[in-house]
């Protein structure tokens, strides 16, 4: 199993950035992938990027795609996601969550969650 713990959220202006972190302890990082998804009030949680067990695969929502980008180290057993060019409708509570499998561009595939962190995007 592995324990997911996300770092890096806050309030920012629209059009600014933040950089989201998850630190993975537990079993051997290198065998999930990882994604990021959101949940704004009232709406259904999506998935918003996701990067394959290499890093080399990534998928990205099309609302994200272009200012958003994630990316992990598996030495570090740490994934990011670099947003930038925020707006008010990234506003939301974003999770980390980690998948055994390879479909790791599945919302459903993913198993293991953190806690959430925060953003908020003021206009």
């Known amino acids: 199993q592995v324990q997911l713990v996300e770092f890096g959220g806050g309030l920012v202006q629209a059009g600014g950035s933040l950089r989201l972190s998850c630190a993975a302890s537990?079993?051997?990082?290198?065998?999930?992938?990882m994604g990021w998804f959101r949940q704004a009030p009232g709406k259904e949680r999506e998935l918003v990027a996701a990067?394959?067990?290499?890093?080399?695969?990534?998928y990205y929502a099309d609302s994200v795609k272009g200012r958003f980008t994630i990316s992990r180290d598996n030495a570090k057993n740490t994934v990011w996601l670099q947003m930038n060019s925020l707006k008010p409708e990234d506003t939301a509570v974003y999770y980390c969550?980690?998948?055994?499998?390879?479909?790791?561009?599945?919302?459903?595939?993913?198993?293991?969650w953190g806690q959430g962190t925060q953003v908020t995007v003021s206009s």
């Open positions: 969550a980690a998948t055994s499998t390879s479909i790791y561009y599945a919302a459903t595939a993913f198993s293991y």
């Open positions: 537990g079993r051997t990082f290198s065998s999930y992938g």
């Open positions: 990067v394959s067990m290499s890093g080399a695969g990534t």
